[in-house]
């Protein structure tokens, strides 16, 4: 039996009476709470034996009660947080965050860029700015885009090359509707860069609820081609994968696109990559 943690490196949790998330506005499936035990529930089927906490809304109190979620479970090992990236405070907003219960498990920050309607947001001077200061106290950066924003992904892992950039869902490349051009040229020109790892996570959402694995696996081939084993984690997207499977069947999907791969190279794409990249250690 392999060493290797098995480690679902992108999933959500929400509490529709602590926080509203509007942005569920006709997503009934999901338009519940998700605590910590629906989670339990969902890896403890699945085999997985830590996860990683992704931000949903642009607020740093959502990253406070994260943390302290995570401080006192055994399940969650680390979490991606927000803080406000064009704030000249960044530095500040992330010590105080390390400096609060459940700091140590802030591994990595995101910000919803896929909604920006400056698909060159990312490399604005003040984003650039507190990106530095992410990488400034050791943390990851997490990006969110659509493929047309990729141009600007791979300008902005050009400017900080010393920060480590993890690209979300493959960037959300259109699965329904089996396009891979351009965004499969974006994706190799991102992976030529060493600093840049990506997930593979979110795609049975892009593929809608009529999904088959063979409509996965063209993307999933690009991106092991592009960046290879060691630079690919796998993520559920769990509870937004639940709008076209459930979480185990994103777990058994995965496996299924990827049993061309070694024992060792799989123990990287489930566990090694999310483990060495988000500096995990044994949480």
């Known amino acids: 039996m392999s060493a ?18 509007e942005w569920l506005a006709g997503l009934e499936p999901i338009r519940r709470d ?8 969902a890896t403890g089927a699945a085999g997985i034996d830590a996860t990683v906490l992704v931000q949903v809304l642009p607020d740093v109190q959502e990253t406070v009660e994260f943390l302290a979620l995570a401080e006192d479970s055994d399940l969650i090992s680390g979490v991606v947080g927000w803080v ?4 000249p405070d960044v530095a500040d907003q992330l010590d105080r965050l390390r400096r609060g219960p459940g700091g140590d ?3 990595g920050v995101r910000h919803l860029v896929e909604p920006e309607p400056d698909p ?18 050791g943390l990851v950066y997490d990006v969110l885009t659509r493929p047309h924003q990729l141009p600007a992904v791979v300008a902005v892992v050009r400017a900080v090359p010393d920060l480590e950039f993890v690209l979300d869902h493959l ?37 809608g609820p009529r999904w088959a694995v063979d409509d996965l696996r063209p993307f999933v081939d690009v991106a092991l ?13 769990w509870p937004v994968c639940l709008l076209a499977a459930s979480y185990d069947e994103v777990v058994e999907s995965a496996r299924q696109v990827t049993d061309g791969l070694t024992a060792a190279e799989r123990d990287q794409v489930f566990g090694g990559t999310a483990a060495r990249v988000y500096q995990l250690g044994g949480r």
Do not use: C, Y
């Open 4 to 21: 290797v943690r098995r480690i679902d490196a992108h999933h959500h949790l929400w509490d529709l009476a602590a926080r509203p998330q």
């Open 34 to 41: 998700f605590g910590e035990a629906d989670l339990r529930a």
């Open 84 to 87: 406000d990236l064009t704030s």
């Open 105 to 107: 498990r802030l591994v």
């Open 120 to 137: 060159k947001w990312l490399t604005r001077p003040d984003v650039l700015a507190g990106l530095r200061a992410v990488r400034d106290a």
């Open 171 to 207: 960037s959300k490349p259109d699965v329904a509707g089996r396009v891979l051009d351009p965004w499969a040229a974006w994706l190799d020109e991102l992976a030529a860069l060493p600093n840049v790892t990506a997930k593979v996570s979110g795609l049975v959402t892009e593929a």
């Open 225 to 237: 081609e592009a960046f290879g084993p060691s630079r690919l984690m796998f993520g559920t997207d």
